[in-house]
């Protein structure tokens, strides 16, 4: 399989469960120091946003998920949720975790589960929706938090190891299948022993005392957080945090009958607390407790901030490697010593056989036996004199051995410490090229982050009045055309208006001309016929202005009619145009806002 291929930290995209406290808390801030982008993930929401905003006010990127990593489905919403963020990423660290204090038998069922639910099955979630991504990669990284736990089960915490002992099989598992299938993904699995966080608080309490503690001793979380990001760019199989979480292994594994007597004697004193505590942490196996801190609010020694035996790992080279290295030379060298003493040479061996003889027959000759005592006196001084002649033999060989072994512990000082100061200086020569190359890449940052905001201001206020003036050029247009669309009726109106008055008139002219012919012809025929005209005159007369009324009623309803729709459609076209005007301008802030 190739190895993978895992980028610097400044230049990753990693997602932390279990964020919002303790280890996963103090791995967030440090990678975000380092530059990383980060997905956070944990149940409380209001502590996720805060810790997402106080990254972000420093400069860098964090969008927080709120997600059960119980849940199969609320894990594939993280990994979804960092694609569409930051187009995908490069590490996955299984951290989140809760925990019980109690005897096994006092301990529900129901409880348990819901502890394997989140320590285990949240590990086996993470690592599948992880693989599903990082295996179509140039190579990524699995980091799981596992526990010194997972190699020697803690009294009093049960169902906790179990969960850790799960993980620690399953990330085994993973690794072998990974590698055989030749994706290129490195498998980690950090074992931290006790770590000075929350998780005392809040674990779910049922020893009966006021509150529980860590066993001695304690380490700071941050360094526990250098495992994992150390984890997160360099291929490696175990991380141990903490000598004493190790050392327990190494008893539970060498000494198990040894370590069982411990810890039958010990659990009680060294988890059981008459101190409680922040309430407000109490309990978080089922709904999320205050988060937001990395260390306990117990009181106690002050957590160690450095692990010789994690730095050795981390760095085989190194001044914590040389020493440890130096360490294992002189134990070697003090067992070659004891080892160099223990076989005696075979001429002090057969001296001392034969003093023990000699005592012996000495001791036989002291009762009385005769003759033989004589004997076994002469021998026994001749033995006791070959044994100091043989002792004297032997005693160059042991000064130098001594004297050897001396030499080698000196050279070995000399070059740890000499390894050191220049690991030392090279360190600082380092510290200042990366701080000074960090601080150019945040000035140059910032001044081209100044420039887009400004070119993205200048682009909003130029499509701002683009839209502003095509707003008011449709509202213009279309109150012109409103308006000439009601002169337009209005004259139509006034028109058919006129009309009807004309062919009202027009018939009344008529009838009246018609009446007077009628009134003629009458008085020319006769007065008898003058009263019948004269009433068919005024008949036809009525009836003229009765049609010419209903003619010019028609008319003037038909103009009101044409005039109302042409108000209508003036007032439709007018209310369309500002809807539109006031759609574009929505459009046009919304596109400011995002560009802003």
């Not at 905001?453 to 279309?478: C, H, I, N, Q, V």
């Not at 002219?509 to 005159?537: C, I, M, T, V």
């Not at 036809?540 to 309803?557: C, L």
């Amino acid at each position: 399989m190739p190895a993978p291929k895992l980028k610097p930290l400044s230049e990753q995209v990693i997602v932390i469960t279990g964020a919002s406290s303790g280890i996963g808390l103090a791995t967030a801030r440090m990678a975000a120091e380092r530059g990383a982008s980060l997905v956070l993930v944990a149940r409380n929401g209001e502590a996720l946003n805060a810790l997402a905003e106080e990254i972000r006010a420093k400069g860098g990127r964090a969008e927080p998920v709120v997600a059960d990593v119980a849940d199969m489905a609320q894990v594939e919403a993280i990994s979804a949720r960092a694609i569409e963020a930051f187009g995908g990423f490069d590490s996955w660290c299984n951290n989140a975790g809760v925990a019980i204090y109690g005897e096994l038998e006092d301990v529900p069922l129901d409880d348990q589960r819901r502890l394997f639910d989140t320590n285990y099955w949240g590990v086996v979630h993470g690592t599948l929706v992880a693989a599903r991504h990082l295996k179509g990669k140039a190579g990524g990284a699995i980091v799981n938090t596992g526990s010194v736990l997972s190699e020697r089960a803690m009294t009093l915490q049960g169902p906790y190891s179990a969960s850790k002992f799960a993980v620690k099989g399953v990330t085994e598992a993973f690794r072998t299948e990974f590698e055989a299938e030749g994706y290129p993904i490195s498998v980690t699995l950090i074992k931290p022993g006790p770590i000075d966080t929350p998780y005392m608080e809040h674990a779910r309490n049922l020893l009966g005392s006021p509150g529980t503690r860590n066993p001695p001793p304690a380490y700071h979380p941050r360094v526990a957080a250098r495992a994992i990001l150390h984890a997160c760019e360099t291929r490696t199989r175990d991380l141990y945090v903490g000598g004493g979480g190790f050392m327990m292994s190494m008893m539970g594994t060498h000494f198990p009958r040894l370590t069982d007597m411990i810890f039958e004697k010990i659990a009680r004193p060294t988890q059981e607390s008459e101190e409680t505590g922040r309430m407000e942490r109490r309990d978080n196996l089922y709904e999320p407790r205050e988060d937001l801190a990395e260390t306990s609010s117990l009181s106690g020694p002050p957590p160690r901030k450095t692990s010789f035996l994690l730095e050795a790992q981390m760095n085989p080279l190194g001044p914590a490697g040389l020493l440890i290295g130096a360490a294992a030379l002189l134990g070697g060298a003090a067992i070659g010593m004891y080892t160099l003493r223990r076989p005696k040479p075979v001429p002090q061996r057969l001296a001392d056989r034969a003093w023990h003889i000699g005592h012996r027959v000495a001791r036989d000759a002291g009762h009385g036996i005769g003759t033989l005592g004589h004997e076994a006196s002469r021998i026994a001084h001749r033995a006791l004199d070959y044994a100091e002649r043989a002792e004297r033999e032997a005693r160059p060989h042991l000064k130098r051995a001594r004297k050897h072994a001396e030499h080698f512990a000196d050279k070995a000082s000399r070059y740890a410490s000499s390894v050191y100061d220049d690991a030392r200086d090279r360190g600082g020569d380092l510290y200042d090229e990366a701080r000074d190359r960090g601080r150019g890449y945040y000035k140059q940052a910032r001044g081209r982050g100044e420039d887009l905001y400004d070119t993205a201001r200048r682009r909003g206020a130029e499509g701002y009045d683009d839209a502003r003036d095509r707003g008011w050029s449709l509202f213009k247009r279309a109150r012109n055309e409103g308006q000439d669309a009601y002169e337009e009726t209005r004259d139509r109106g006034w028109s058919l208006f006129g009309r009807a008055r004309d062919r009202g008139e027009e018939v009344y002219d008529r009838a009246r001309k018609r009446g007077e012919d009628s009134y003629d012809e009458a008085r020319d025929r006769g007065w008898s016929l003058f009263g019948r005209a004269r009433d068919q005159g005024e008949e036809t007369y009525n009836r003229a202005r009765k049609r010419g009324r209903d003619a010019y009623e028609d008319a003037r309803d038909e103009g009101w009619s044409l005039f109302g729709h042409a108000r209508k459609e003036v007032d439709r076209r007018s209310r369309q145009a500002v809807q539109e005007g006031d759609g574009l301008l929505d459009r046009i802030n919304a596109f400011l806002k995002s560009r802003l």
